[in-house]
């Protein structure tokens, strides 16, 4: 009789335990948000635009999901114009695709204008990482989450070109938005919602600095610095080279400030033409003083000597302060 009791109740406590696991796994299960993998393939990009920080995008986007909340209906977070949208499925219909594996698939193709604000600091050796954020507005992260579909989720055309640019990376991540903002409703709280953000860096030519930004000042200054190699009694033609080369620098800063749009700070090319400014206007007082010093009696070799010296030290100046500016 004991050993019977013993078994129902050894019975019961199991069939307790199995059933409270299932129903902690049951919670556990309903409190997990559904999973979305979705890729991003850039087909063009174009109409880069610093002034007004924008850029055109022209890419197709797809999502692959199980669950029943539609994953598709989505917000570009910084899309100014949507000006085309066109949905492509696998069967042509507007239904998502059903695979093999029960999962749900659906790509759509995208065409529109994105904010970009571009930061100019390094000019011309800056980058800029263009972003395309993705993000639904109806379902807050605890029910919906974005996560990039594979290693080969951010891809790009490998015949696209971006004249005067070079593609280095492209990538996709996903993080949380909180908008720390009911947005006037105090019956809604602050909440967060799953932002997936496509990001494609652009960075200028190495050879565009060097020989179409830097190679024209580093010219000049060369130029200037031929003032310190002749005779002193050449007065006119060594104060005219410093001169000559500071009114060239001002003109060359001027047709690449064109260029760009108006930023109320120093760009990196502006701080290398300041350098060279330095440098010139060093020369030129070195030749004023140098000439006062030869109506003195002053030893002409002595002169010589001294502004040769002068001139490799101005030299290595300016490159020793062109490699710590752009490092």
């Excluded at 991003?40 to 924008?54: D, K, Q, R, V």
């Excluded at 000597?305 to 290595?316: C, K, P, S, T």
């Amino acid at each position: 009789m004991y050993q019977s009791w013993h078994q129902v109740i050894t019975h019961s406590v199991k069939c307790s335990i199995l059933l409270l696991s299932l129903l902690c796994c049951s919670a556990l299960h309903a409190g997990k948000p559904q999973e979305v993998r979705t890729g991003i393939y850039l087909m063009n990009l174009y109409g880069i635009n610093m002034e007004e920080h924008s850029y055109y995008a022209d890419f197709y986007v797809w999502f692959k999901w199980k669950g029943s909340i539609d994953p598709t209906q989505i917000e570009f977070v910084n899309s100014i114009e949507k000006w085309s949208v066109e949905q492509a499925t696998f069967d042509g219909d507007s239904l998502p695709v059903v695979l093999p594996d029960g999962t749900k698939y659906k790509i759509y193709r995208i065409e529109s204008r994105f904010f970009h604000s571009f930061s100019l600091n390094r000019f011309p050796l800056d980058k800029h990482s263009l972003d395309i954020q993705i993000e639904n507005p109806e379902y807050p992260i605890d029910s919906l989450v974005y996560l990039p579909d594979t290693a080969k989720s951010a891809d790009v055309r490998n015949t696209l070109k971006i004249v005067g640019w070079e593609m280095t990376q492209s990538k996709l991540k996903t993080s949380v938005h909180d908008y720390k903002n009911n947005f006037g409703n105090p019956k809604e709280n602050a909440q967060k919602f799953s932002s997936l953000t496509f990001e494609l860096t652009l960075e200028r030519p190495f050879s565009y600095f060097l020989l179409k930004m830097l190679l024209p000042i580093a010219l000049v200054i060369m130029v200037s610095l031929g003032a310190l190699l002749l005779h002193p009694s050449h007065i006119d033609t060594r104060s005219s080279l410093p001169i000559g080369g500071l009114l060239t620098a001002v003109f060359l800063q001027q047709t690449y400030n064109g260029a760009l749009p108006d930023t109320g700070y120093m760009v990196l090319m502006d701080k290398i033409y300041l350098l060279g400014y330095i440098i010139i206007s060093l020369i030129l007082l070195q030749v004023i003083r140098s000439g006062n010093q030869a109506l003195k009696g002053q030893s002409e070799n002595s002169i010589m000597e001294r502004e040769r010296l002068l001139a490799g030290i101005f030299a290595v100046f300016f490159c020793l302060g062109v490699l710590a500016l752009a490092i």
